[in-house]
């Protein structure tokens, strides 16, 4: 059962209980309000009533044992009871009703009559045949002795119909209340459900991943005070999912990087290894020893660079900018990759001139490494040409191939990191892990990295460094 109703039933129940207790209270009220109201008139009529008696009496018309006899009390009833709405009665000393203005039962020997000649005033209510009746009985004391007594009988049938229209009145009255109580309660119960609607509305999103909802309660309550701590967890659940979002992307694009970095050197490794078995001549054998010690150590550094890291909890590239001989990098970078370059069957093109730049050697081979394997796997190329230049403020490495190339909106996007993978490839078909790093590596170094391209005319790679250095962070966050 939704709250609303609950709300609902558990106010009707409430003001029903009101309603039926005022209903006890009011008839038990107007009920008791008007049998005094009646004993005070018949009170005031008995003392009206003995002063006439008395009258008689000392008129000496009649002698007061005359008045309670039986042949003047039923005349002297009739005439007390003139032009009055109830029975009059008079009894003796002994309880009898020797005198009766009417021709009701003559209810002899009631408590009444014996409280009255006891000395004291009885009030009695008694059902008669055919209605209920007020019984109101008075001693008559003459010279301090107890002669006798009057009696009145009210018919209440008249006070029962009174009643009964007022209940019916009441009821009435009651029942459009309820009702507009009822429509009252419905109506506010609706403005106090909508906030709590949309809260609810709002939790559904919430579990889905939305959080923009908010929720807005004009009053001041305490629904007020739980939409705005909704709001305000709302607004930090965002915060959290969303650093948490960060912190995982920031660790997958770290190994990322990592991992794509770690396959250059494995890779030269298992292609100088290939070539040993196909060598006979010792100075080969022991060249390419060399380079497969050379790659292990640059495996094993990058390895323990990355424990640093992660020991430091800093995941960052270190640059450490120097001045030294591209031209050398160049070469021993073609030298490390010519087992793969062998292996794809690539006729390869080298312009090389000595120059000097400041640029992180180790960074720098690893950006070299990235671009001339992208082109080696994506391309689909058969020739690479490669050309080191010397301009007045940098050198430039030029890296063609003459592969299938790309459209310019492929080339527009190439270091674009978007939700899923941190830049596009240079060619659609790659994963292209390393791009990204590689113009990041280039900036901090000073220097950068363009890309021109044509589709089905091949692809140009320029990477731009600096003669002179460049001051630069020496961290790049991943």
């Known amino acids: 059962m939704k709250l609303r109703n609950k709300l609902f039933i558990q106010h009707t129940i409430t003001i029903v209980m009101l309603l039926a207790a005022m209903y006890v209270v009011v008839n038990y009220t107007l009920s008791k309000s008007m049998i005094e109201r009646d004993t005070q008139t018949l009170d005031q009529y008995y003392a ?5 008696a008395l009258k008689i009496v000392n008129d000496k018309k009649i002698s007061i044992e005359q008045l309670f006899s039986g042949a003047y009390a039923p005349l002297i009833a009739s005439h007390l009871a003139a032009n009055s709405n109830f029975q009059v009665q008079l009894f003796d000393p002994e309880g009898t009703i020797i005198g009766d203005s009417g021709n009701k039962e003559d209810l002899i020997k009631r408590s009444d009559i014996d409280a009255a000649l006891a000395g004291q005033t009885a009030t009695v209510i008694t059902e008669g045949e055919t209605s209920k009746i007020l019984i109101y009985a008075s001693p008559f004391t003459y010279e301090g002795k107890t002669v006798g007594g009057f009696r009145y009988l ?105 991992t794509h970095e770690l396959k250059t050197p494995l890779t030269s490794i298992i292609g100088f290894s290939d070539l040993i078995d196909k060598m006979e001549r010792t100075d080969d054998i022991r060249t390419c020893n060399v380079y497969i010690r050379k790659e292990s150590t640059r495996l094993l550094q990058m390895v323990e660079e990355l424990l640093q890291s992660s020991l430091k909890g800093d995941e960052a590239w270190r640059v450490q900018v120097e001045r030294t001989d591209l031209a050398a990098i160049l070469t021993d970078s073609l030298r490390i990759l010519e087992p793969t370059l062998h292996k794809s069957s690539i006729m390869t093109t080298i312009h090389v001139a000595p120059c000097e730049v400041y640029v992180d050697p180790k960074r720098t081979q690893q950006v070299l490494f990235n671009v001339i394997e992208n082109a080696i796997k994506h391309s689909e190329c058969t020739e690479l040409t490669i050309r080191l230049e010397q301009q007045e403020y940098q050198c430039l490495v030029r890296i063609i191939d003459n592969g299938k190339g790309m459209n310019e909106q492929d080339t527009s996007t190439l270091f674009v990191a978007t939700e899923h993978k941190q830049t596009r490839p240079i060619s659609p078909q790659s994963h292209g892990l390393g791009l990204l790093l590689c113009k990041q590596l280039m900036e901090l170094q000073g220097g950068d990295i363009i890309v021109h391209s044509r589709e089905g005319s091949g692809t140009e790679v320029v990477l731009q460094f600096p003669i002179e250095p460049v001051p630069f962070p020496v961290l790049l966050q991943n």
């Open 154 to 258: 009210l018919d209440l049938n008249k006070h029962e119909e009174t009643l009964s229209e007022m209940r019916t009145w009441f009821i009435g009255v009651a029942l459009g209340c309820l009702l507009i109580a009822l429509l009252a309660s419905y109506s506010f119960s609706f403005f106090i459900m909508k906030p709590l609607h949309a809260l609810q509305q709002a939790l559904k999103l919430v579990t889905i991943g939305d959080f923009s909802r908010k929720i807005v309660v004009r009053s001041q309550d305490e629904v007020r005070e739980l939409a705005d701590d909704f709001n305000q967890m709302s607004e930090a659940l965002q915060e959290h999912i969303e650093l948490l979002h960060y912190e995982q992307s920031k660790q997958k694009k770290f190994y990322d990087n990592v």
């Open 48 to 52: 009206l009533h003995r002063i006439e």
